[in-house]
Nanobody, 124 residues
Framework: QVQLVESGGGSVQAGGSLRLSCLVSEYISTYAYIVWFRQAPGKEREGVAAISKGGGSTHYADSVKGRFTISRDNAKNTVYLQMDDLKPEDTAMYYC?????????????????WGQGTQVTVSS
């Protein structure tokens, strides 16, 4: 089974920035999409950003458009999530996942391969 390891989380003030990394144990081009999700306590997991195999297609949740940027480095088998202008409502555990969805790549149910998560906490 593919393994994914997230890193880069932490605690920041509102308006600050973090860059999350997702290291994948296989060539990331194996999968149609690598996706970042987040989940706050008591809430459903929601898709944040997705990037396609070749990097030519990206998808973002409306709540993070203009603030978050997903990118990939195939040579390092790593996908990044640059998070700028962080808000308290961004506080959550952030996970990455790999899969090959037929459509709607931000839908969590498509994915079977998940990392363990990295915590992001944003204070006001």
């Amino acid at each position: 089974q593919v393994q994914l390891v997230e890193s880069g989380g932490g605690s920041v003030q509102a308006g600050g920035s973090l860059r999350l990394s997702c290291l994948v144990s296989e060539y990331i081009s194996t999968y149609a999409y690598i996706v970042w999700f987040r989940q706050a306590p008591g809430k459903e997991r929601e898709g944040v950003a997705a990037i396609s195999k070749g990097g030519g297609s990206t998808h973002y949740a409306d709540s993070v458009k203009g603030r978050f940027t997903i990118s990939r480095d195939n040579a390092k088998n790593t996908v990044y999530l640059q998070m700028d202008d962080l808000k308290p409502e961004d506080t959550a555990m952030y996970y990455c996942a790999a899969g090959s969805p037929w459509y709607s790549p931000l839908m969590p149910s498509w994915y079977k391969n998940w990392g363990q998560g990295t915590q992001v906490t944003v204070s006001s």
